[in-house]
C-alpha cells in the first residue's frame, strides 16, 4: 500500500509502536534530527499519502476523497482567520484604528467584495 497500510495493517501497528516508542524514550533534551524524526513519522501516521493522493483502489475512493476535501477546507478556514487576525492587528497597532473602526470598516466592505465577485470581470464573450 501507498500509504503504510490502514491502521489496523501490521505496518501501520509498527509504524505506531515504533512513533509511541521514539516519545516515551530517552533525555527531555533531544537533537534537531529527533524532532525532525518526530515529525516525520507523526505525519505519516496521522495523514498516510492514501489520503492525500488518489490511490487507485476503487471502493475507498469517495471516503479518501472526501477526508482530503475536508482537510483541504479545514486548512483554508484556518489559514483566513489567521490572516484576517494578522490583518486586524496590523490595522489596529501601527495603522491606528479602533477595533470598533475595524469592524465598521469589514462590514462595508461585504457588499463590496460581493458585487466585485458577482461580475465576470475579464471574461470576452463568445
Known amino acids: 500500500m501507498r500509504g503504510g497500510g490502514t491502521a489496523g495493517s501490521p505496518r501501520r501497528q509498527d509504524q505506531i509502536r515504533q512513533f509511541t516508542a521514539m516519545q516515551h524514550a530517552g533525555s527531555q533534551v533531544r537533537s534537531t534530527s529527533s524532532v525532525a524524526a518526530n515529525i516525520k513519522m507523526a505525519a505519516a501516521i496521522l495523514m498516510p499519502k492514501s489520503t492525500r493522493y488518489n490511490s487507485g483502489m476503487k471502493n475507498s475512493n469517495l471516503q ?11 486548512a483554508f478556514a484556518i489559514a483566513a482567520v489567521a490572516i484576517a487576525a494578522l490583518l486586524r492587528h496590523t490595522a489596529h497597532v501601527y495603522g491606528g484604528y479602533s477595533p470598533a ?24 464573450p463568445d
Open 64 to 74: 479518501e476523497g472526501l477526508n482530503a476535501r475536508f482537510r483541504h477546507v479545514a
Open 101 to 124: 473602526d475595524i469592524r465598521a470598516y469589514a462590514l462595508m466592505a461585504i457588499p463590496l467584495v460581493a458585487i466585485l465577485l458577482a461580475f465576470p470581470w475579464g471574461k470576452v
